[in-house]
């Protein structure tokens, strides 16, 4: 498996910490949410991993051809924070586009990761996934948009091997810039065949 990160800068954020994409984005709308954007405290894990509130899914509106999905995470305090991506197709399967157990965010500065989806196949939902026993108590909010990839990002950077998707779980990704405007970029997923892996 590959994982391909790309680093690259958005500016022109909104005064509410929300990115100003031109018009050839999208913002999703939060399954079971009301709006485009959703803040969290993350929860004590329960007894069930399905008790607790790590899970965010944005749907993707059906015939939408997008090259690109941003999910742009702003954290409320300086911490460290557990966070994956995937997309999710309607066969069951999911690519995993980011997984990093312990980046660090800085109070007020947004994460922005970028996934791209199956060339011909878009997904129906963008899951984000935030949070473990560590990260009890987090405050974010976080929102996505779909956008066409060539205007907004231009091209995508390196790549890095990943063996197998146990190496890929627990390796580390490149360590976070500081750069508040960064984005992070996985170009080839980690694709999950057991739609159960994912709650």
């Avoid at 157990?101 to 922005?112: A, C």
């Avoid at 627990?170 to 405007?181: K, Q, Y």
Wanted: one cysteine or more.
């Amino acid at each position: 498996m590959f994982y391909r990160c790309a680093v690259l800068g958005i500016l022109g954020l909104l005064a509410s910490g929300v990115p100003a994409y031109g018009q050839s984005c999208q913002s999703l709308n939060a399954i079971g949410g009301d709006g485009t954007q959703v803040r969290k405290i993350v929860s004590a894990p329960g007894m069930l991993i399905s008790r607790n509130n790590y899970n965010t899914d944005f749907g993707v509106p059906g015939g939408a051809m997008f090259d690109r999905f941003v999910v742009d995470l702003m954290p409320e305090q300086t911490a460290k924070y557990n966070i994956s991506v995937y997309l999710k197709y309607s066969d069951g399967t999911k690519d995993q586009f980011y997984r990093n157990s312990s980046v660090r965010l800085l109070e007020g500065q947004p994460l922005k990761i970028a996934a791209i989806p199956r060339r011909d196949n878009q997904p129906y939902q963008v899951n984000v996934r935030v949070g473990d026993i560590s990260s009890t108590g987090h405050q974010y909010s976080v929102s996505v948009a779909g956008c066409l990839a060539e205007e907004e990002f231009g091209d995508a950077g390196t790549s890095e091997r990943v063996n197998d998707l146990n190496t890929a779980e627990n390796a580390e990704l490149p360590p976070t810039l500081e750069d508040p405007n960064r984005i992070e970029n996985t170009e080839l997923p980690v694709t999950l065949e057991d739609p159960n892996q994912l709650h």
